[in-house]
């Protein structure tokens, strides 16, 4: 089988939007390609006393609408063509929700949980350092993803800090709320995907109230969903992490499945349902299913199997091309990860506004501002998709590039 390639993904789903546009070649040329790709090997030395060198990436991939905006992942598979995608993705996802970030990625090939605390602190200082070349509160904002979380974002913006020799908490985000974080940003991406699954379920007529759920993953993205969604009166009935997974269609309390994994470093071993595979959490019967883990997970080869009415694309990239035209033609309702897990990056925008006016909002006001910008941009999307007959990915793809190609003009080709 081929291997899957993110970027290959990202740029085939460029084109298919591009074509649809009408987007000029010219325009095509500017916008396919990443602006920067920075690659940095630094030595981390390690509790043992040996040292170790590291690969990490930072990419840039549009800054026409604002300061590049983007996660740092932690993993031992992670790639550049793998943060080329992401970075792209988060150009076109600023776009959708119209804040006003170009995108960015970066990314450590490491294994986090083979590392220490002192191991990991002195490994995100050092690539801090590396990439302090391009990252800052102007120009660009990194934030967590997988595997990395707010005491990462600490280390990132004391690192920062120290080299500017004063405090700029705006230089990340998704830091702890004790040092500029915003109420909110710990639930935000889930939150979103619920807003913007009740606007999808609305539209297909489909109550929320007793619908079945299934989370592929169970890290931020995938827990909070799966408390939030519970509290909205769905029944999940299955969710995984790289361990396994596990089925229940009476419904399981994800409290106790969080503790669980609290207590055991996993969600597979809980006792109360039947154990599965972390992709076989996709095939089970269920209502609405939320890819909450990493890319390339539906595929060609499974995609027949979904049995969801809605998927909500809570990971980014999860759904191959191939899929996509599968799941259309099912009739199952794709809300594409640029605009249903942008509930993260918008938060993101509303902790680094909060940061640069050192005046900060409290929990009601950011859920309203994000349910505002959520809304509209499910609707500007699905309007979109209706106007040209086409799936939630088209469509929002049309809007994010024409915004993006839109400001480029504007601003003209330099020198
Ligand atoms: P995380 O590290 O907190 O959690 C990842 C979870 O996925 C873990 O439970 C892990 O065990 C599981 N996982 C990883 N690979 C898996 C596999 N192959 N099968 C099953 N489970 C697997 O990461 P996160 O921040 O929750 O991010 C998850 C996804 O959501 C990523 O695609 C990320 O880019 C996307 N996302 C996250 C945010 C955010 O704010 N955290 C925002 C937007 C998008």
Partial sequence: MQQFNPYEMAVQQFERAADKL????????????????????????????????????????????????????????????????????????????????????????C??????????ERMTRRFTTEISI???PHSDIPAPDINTNSQVMAWMMDTYSMHEGFSVPAVVTGKPLSIGGSEGRNDATATGVLFVTRRAARRIGMPLRGARVSIQGFGNAGS??????????CKIVAFSDTSGGLYNEEGL??????????????????????????????????????????????????????????LAEAANGPTTP????????????????????AGGVTVSYFEWVQDLQSLFWDDADITHRLEVIMNKAFDAVANK???????????????????????????GIYP
């Fill in 22 to 109: 009408g987007l000029s070649e010219d325009m095509r040329e500017i916008l396919r390609k990443p602006k920067r790709e920075l690659v940095v090997n630094f030595p981390l030395r390690l509790d043992s006393g040996r040292i170790k060198t590291l690969t990490g990436y930072r990419v840039q991939h549009n800054v026409n609408r604002g300061p590049a905006k983007g996660g740092i992942r932690y993993g031992p598979d992670v790639t550049l063509d793998e943060v080329k995608a992401l970075a792209m993705w988060m150009t076109w996802k600023c776009a959708v929700v119209g804040i006003p970030y170009g995108g960015a990625k970066g990314g450590v090939i």
């Fill in 385 to 411: 998709a209706e106007e040209y007959h086409c799936d939630l990915r088209l469509g929002a793809n049309m809007l994010a590039i024409s915004r993006v190609a839109e400001a480029t003009l504007v601003r």
């Fill in 253 to 310: 309390d994800p409290a106790l499945v969080q503790r669980h994994k609290l207590e055991h470093g996993t969600v597979a071993t809980y006792p109360h349902g039947q154990s599965i595979s972390s992709t076989d959490v996709l095939e089970v019967p269920c209502d609405i299913l939320i890819p909450a883990a990493t890319e390339g997970q539906i595929t060609e080869h499974n995609a027949e199997k979904i049995q969801a009415r809605i």
């Fill in 322 to 341: 191939e899929a996509d035209a599968i799941l259309f033609n099912k009739g199952c309702l794709v809300i594409p990860d640029i605009l249903a897990n």
């Fill in 111 to 120: 294994d986090p949980r083979n590392m220490t605390a002192g191991e990991l």
């Fill in 224 to 233: 909070v969903a799966a408390r939030l969604f519970h509290s909205e009166g």
């Fill in 134 to 136: 391009i990252i800052g």
